[in-house]
């Protein structure tokens, strides 16, 4: 597993042995970024569920000015916290360990994009998506990806966020939510 390019690019990084982590693959990974190619300069980045952190650190090389990690396993936040430090990226970078709902409630400031990618059966879409909406911790444009199963459906609408886009890359769907339009709130 690899930085695909930026700043820190062609940098490798550790992942861990086993199948506790399901790290976002490099296919996966650049049609993320692909998809944010016009909103990831200067943007604030949450990868919650981060297990390695590739994805954080992908955003931080492409020119986010600040990523946090977010994970409830000691063993991912150690590996995350070694990929920083293979980038050198220490500064752009705040590592929360905990569950996702008290990691979100220790965010203090609008995030532009959320990536989340739990464990594909527990059920932590529609709960942390609440959670978001319920913190108002998305920016006014802000833009939260899902990634799950291709065989999955997300919901269309979950608090005030709505689909605006979906992708699906073999057997991994992303689902893109944006914030719905203050006048759509009222029909």
Request: proline share 4%; aromatic share 10%; glycine share 8%.
């Amino acid at each position: 597993m690899r930085i695909i390019t930026g700043e820190y690019r062609g940098r490798r990084l550790e992942a861990p042995y086993g199948n506790d982590v399901r790290p976002t693959g490099d296919k996966v990974r650049e049609s993320v970024f692909n998809l944010l190619m016009y909103d990831i300069e200067g943007a604030v980045f949450c990868d919650l569920f981060a297990g390695t952190g590739a994805v954080g650190l992908e955003a931080l090389s492409r020119g986010a000015e600040k990523a946090y990690f977010c994970d409830a396993s000691r063993d991912s936040i150690k590996i995350i916290k070694n990929n920083i430090e293979k980038c050198k990226a220490s500064e752009k970078s705040r590592i929360l360990a905990g569950d996702y709902l008290s990691v979100l409630r220790r965010i203090r400031e609008k995030v532009d994009i959320f990536y989340i990618d739990p464990p594909y059966s527990a059920g932590y879409y529609v709960p942390a998506l609440e959670e978001i909406d319920s913190l108002d911790l998305l920016s006014e444009n802000g833009i939260i990806i899902a990634e799950h199963r291709a065989d999955e459906k997300l919901p269309e609408k979950a608090g005030r966020f709505r689909v605006f886009k979906e992708k699906k890359y073999g057997h991994t769907r992303l689902t893109m939510y944006s914030r719905e339009p203050e006048d759509a709130e009222d029909n």
